[in-house]
């Protein structure tokens, strides 16, 4: 039974790599190149989203306006910039709650929070609970 599951998941990620390799290759030069810009931008935005990073400067880097790089930058990543950015730094806070005893503060500004007040509620809008409470439940999971 698991070998026929494990081919079918073959069989769709195979023609889900068809799909996306004939969407690619309908688009037009412009539009590759904004991919190709925007897989710069995410490898800049990670590197650099545990510090103060603006929309300006980003959008700087990647040859845009401000105003143009808002706009594509939504339609990229179906987000806004402060929303992308605030997602990466509270992905980068729960690894760092789970994997090591650093206080909640030292972690808000490990992850690019400029106060703990923010972090806070970054982190319970993402989480449903806030940060000390996720520490808890994950020293109680059975993964840990």
């Given at each position: 039974m698991y070998e026929i599951f494990l081919h079918f998941f073959i069989i769709i990620g195979n023609h889900n790599l068809l799909i996306k390799n004939q969407l690619y290759a309908q688009k037009t030069s412009r539009q590759k190149a904004d991919d190709q810009k925007f897989d710069a931008v995410t490898d800049y935005i990670?590197?650099?989203?545990?510090?103060?990073?603006?929309?300006?400067?980003?959008?700087?880097?990647?040859?845009?306006?401000?105003?143009?790089?808002?706009?594509?930058?939504?339609?990229?990543?179906?987000?806004?910039?402060?929303?992308?950015?605030?997602?990466?730094?509270?992905?980068?806070?729960?690894?760092?709650?789970?994997?090591?005893?650093?206080?909640?503060?030292?972690?808000?500004?490990?992850?690019?929070?400029?106060?703990?007040?923010s972090f806070n509620r970054a982190f319970k809008e993402i989480h449903n609970c806030t940060p000390s409470q996720f520490r808890k439940m994950a020293e109680f999971s059975p993964d840990s």
């Open positions: 990670c590197e650099h989203c545990t510090r103060k990073l603006t929309m300006e400067e980003t959008a700087a880097f990647a040859g845009f306006s401000k105003y143009h790089f808002s706009r594509i930058f939504k339609e990229y990543y179906q987000m806004s910039f402060p929303e992308y950015i605030a997602s990466l730094r509270i992905s980068k806070a729960t690894e760092l709650l789970e994997n090591s005893s650093l206080s909640i503060l030292e972690i808000a500004m490990r992850s690019g929070f400029s106060n703990l007040s």
